[in-house]
């Protein structure tokens, strides 16, 4: 579970934050905005992607033994599932980034692309191995865990809901 909660970070801090922050750049460009990069917004859509990796990681590893068994199948097929919730959540919302708004078409198509291809790269990171059964000990370990897993999924959850 550890192995995925880290690889989870990794990737998302990747793929979804850094990622998220050049397709946001991108799309602005297509809407012939100007640039503008601030510290403040740019560790703001990091640090989003980035909270969304530990609780996708322990899903995954969680979900590994029933996804297919090659690497980019499984990616994918987990970065459909897991980006079909967000879309709902995200983009479906009647007060949407307006940013995002603006380029529904674009902006959709590169924040799902960034999904499939965190599903495969948290996949292809994570390994082949079979992850070893789950057992845990107290209680008390098992609610740590799920805080620990949770908690930045529920922060990023908050913040994608009340911005």
């Known amino acids: 579970m550890r192995r995925g909660v880290i690889w989870g970070f990794v990737s998302a801090l990747v793929v979804l934050g850094l990622g998220g922050r050049i397709a946001m750049s991108g799309i602005a460009i297509a809407l012939g905005s100007p640039l503008e990069w601030s510290v403040g917004g740019t ?97 008390f370990v098992g609610i740590a865990t799920l805080l620990l897993t949770l908690g930045p999924l529920a922060l990023a959850l908050f913040a994608l809901i009340s911005r």
Not at 50 to 72: N, S, T
Not at 100 to 113: E, R, T, Y
Request: hydrophobic share 55%; proline share 10%.
């Open 43 to 139: 560790l703001q859509v990091i640090v989003l992607g980035a909270a969304l990796g530990p609780p996708a990681g322990a899903l995954y590893v969680l979900c590994r033994r029933r996804l297919p068994a090659h690497p980019v199948a499984s990616g994918l097929v987990f970065g459909v599932a897991g980006g079909a919730a967000l879309v709902a959540i995200y983009f479906l919302r009647p007060a949407g980034p307006v940013e995002l708004n603006a380029a529904p078409v674009l902006s959709g198509f590169l924040f799902g692309a960034l999904l499939l291809l965190f599903g495969v790269v948290l996949a292809l990171v994570y390994g082949g191995d079979d992850p070893p059964e789950i057992r845990v000990t107290s209680p």
